[in-house]
């Protein structure tokens, strides 16, 4: 009886109920709301679309049994969720709510309980439901046109791990329409060359100069203006053309340097975003190796930009395409750091040239102060890698000093500049192609070596070869009825403590006099009572040690302090 699909409906979805959930089909409701115009306020109703991300895997590693199963428990959340709400069955994978009174925020707290709870029944494999909403707007409408919308919006959210959900609204509507366009067009694209390169500058944080170009990709339509990326790109990814875009980039990138060097120009690095298919599709080494040969250019002055996400895909071949295209001089970043998951293991596993901080860290910069401190970490962590560091999207002027003040070497956005046709540049040549303005290749060798000193470390100027140690002395001591024992203690207390001529925390006690014991014991107390970090010199076989103490937590009898102790006597000698 039940289908090989698993997910596949055992029943007809024209039928009114489905034998796997017990649920009615969407198809069986919407035809009986055009029979009975009582039946349903569909004009009024919200409809909420889910689709479980990979339910392929869970039916390959359950069998179809355990994905009926899997159906029915999601059937069972949703049923508790929304409760006195219609939930109906779509096919395959696909569960519908259609709702009366619930807002789109009440909706949106619903599919995160949803998710929550589903995770008990993934047995590990960290599925997700995805959902799409369409509110209706009180007139009648075509119900299938309403679920359409509703499976538009969800779509949208396919693939972004951070996003649970879309309402359909205008915008959504305007860029479907748009990729349909793009569908219908992309032939005559090529054919008559409405794609154009724009290129946008790259600046450097510490002396402001032009360092390099993103070669950015623009159709250009004499019906409808400029088509963004943003919409083509995945269209053509889709349909598998992408790599005849990029080649096309490639080539005109290398045509465009070469005719800058020709003309006595300053000319920059220029780099190409390449996507995850180009690998698949082309051979993109040898693409770019001929663009470069065909126009002579300097494999240095062409950078590959590959998106973080395109290492999700497990592509063996990839990294060691990468590997080749550094090996041959080429320079390597990954772009949108910090985008995806797996962003760390990227870092672990390949070499790049320079991390490109996502952009929607800088987005958030004024809502959250956590954003700065995570641009700040990813440049520390970059640093310590050997890798250098770009952050786009940057606006404003808070926003270009905070990056120089952590030492993020590199800033594009639309602060500097945005990106232009090759022609504005030719125009404005004094101002963006002016040997003034221009970085030379001294100056980048110079600034590239300044811009390893990570700004963010306590020790910038200790050679690290990927050990993490931190140099400020610290311990974490316990004490208990006025008995003391070290918990943790770094290199570099032992070290200080050491210079006065104690080995541990009890020796460093024996060396105060009653009184200063007393003292110290009473800032313990303080330092509990008021939370804050006491300071205080003692004299410890005759050095004069800065001591710091701070309370942390307290357990019965027991408390613990982070303590810091730094012979000043010793320093002063050195
Ligand atoms: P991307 O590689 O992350 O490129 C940066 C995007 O940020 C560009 O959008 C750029 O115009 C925009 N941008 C630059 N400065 C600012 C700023 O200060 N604020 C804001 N809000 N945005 C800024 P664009 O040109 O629309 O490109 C979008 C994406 O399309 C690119 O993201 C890239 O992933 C892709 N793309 C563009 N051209 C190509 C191409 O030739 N080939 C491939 N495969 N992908 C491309
Ligand atoms: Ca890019
Ligand atoms: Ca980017």
């Not at 439901?129 to 499976?151: E, H, L």
Request: aromatic letters at 12%; a negative charge.
């Amino acid at each position: 009886m039940m289908q090989p699909m698993g997910a596949g409906p055992s029943t007809s979805i024209f039928e009114k109920e489905d034998s796997i959930t017990g649920l009615n089909f969407v198809a069986w409701f919407f035809a009986q709301t055009q029979k009975d115009p009582n039946f349903y306020p569909l004009e009024r109703s919200t409809i909420t679309f889910f689709n479980v991300m990979n339910f392929k895997t869970i039916n390959q590693r359950f069998s179809y049994q355990g994905g009926n199963e899997y159906l029915c428990r999601f059937r069972d959340e949703l049923q508790k969720l929304f409760e006195g709400e219609k939930v109906l069955r779509a096919g395959a994978d696909h569960l519908v709510v259609i709702s009366l009174n619930l807002s789109v925020e009440e909706i949106a707290l619903r599919i995160k309980l949803l998710n929550k709870a589903m995770t008990s029944y993934e047995k590990g494999l960290r599925n997700q439901i995805k959902a799409g909403i369409y509110i209706a707007d009180g007139t009648p409408q075509q119900p299938i046109v309403m679920m359409d919308r509703a499976s538009l919006a969800c779509r949208e959210v396919h693939g972004i791990f951070n996003r649970e959900y879309a309402v359909f609204d205008e915008e959504l509507n305007k860029k479907h329409e748009q990729k349909q366009y793009v569908l219908e067009h992309f032939d005559e694209a090529f054919e008559k060359g409405f794609f154009k390169v724009y290129y946008q500058p790259i600046y450097r944080t510490l002396n402001k100069k032009v360092c390099g170009y993103e070669a950015l990709a623009r159709w250009i339509d004499p019906n409808r203006g400029m088509i963004s990326p943003l919409i083509f790109i995945e269209v053509l990814e889709k349909v598998h053309l992408i790599h005849k875009l990029d080649a096309y980039i490639i080539d005109q990138v290398c045509k465009n340097l070469r005719d800058d060097i020709d003309g006595g120009y300053a000319y920059q690095p220029i780099s190409v975003n390449l996507s995850r298919l180009d690998f698949e599709l082309s051979d993109i080494k040898k693409v770019v190796d001929n663009a470069v040969a065909k126009y002579n250019v300097p494999k240095e002055y062409i950078v590959l930009e590959v998106t973080e996400s395109a290492f999700a895909s497990d592509q063996e071949s990839l990294g060691d395409i990468i590997h080749c295209f550094r090996e041959d001089g080429y320079q390597v970043w990954i772009d949108d750091f910090g985008s995806g998951y797996s962003s760390f293991n990227n870092l672990q596993t390949y070499d790049f040239d320079f991390l490109k901080i996502d952009m929607n860290f800088l987005r958030n910069f004024d809502k959250t102060p956590k954003s700065k401190v995570i641009i700040a970490s990813i440049v520390d962590l970059a640093k310590k890698l050997g890798i250098h560091t770009l952050a786009e999207g940057v606006e404003t002027e808070d926003q270009y000093e905070y990056l120089k003040r952590i030492g993020c070497e590199l800033i594009q956005g639309y602060y500097f500049a945005k990106p232009m046709p090759i022609d504005d540049f030719h125009n404005k040549r004094a101002e963006l192609c002016g040997f003034e303005t221009n970085e030379t290749p001294a100056e980048r060798r110079y600034y590239d070596d300044m811009g390893r000193i990570n700004f963010l470390d306590n020790s910038p100027l200790t050679r690290k070869r990927m050990d993490v140690t931190n140099e400020i002395p610290i311990a974490l001591i316990e004490g208990e009825n006025r008995v003391y024992r070290t918990i943790f203690a770094n290199k570099a207390f032992y070290q200080e403590i050491r210079s006065f001529g104690a080995n541990d925390i009890n020796e460093v006690l024996s060396l105060l006099t009653p009184e200063s014991a007393l003292y110290c014991f009473k800032r313990l107390v303080y330092s509990e009572e008021y939370n804050e970090t006491v300071e205080y010199n003692l004299i410890l076989n005759n050095s004069v040690v800065k001591t710091k103490v701070r309370f942390l937590s307290r357990m019965g009898t027991k408390a613990v302090y982070a303590f810091m102790a730094k012979n000043i006597s010793a320093h002063e000698k050195k």
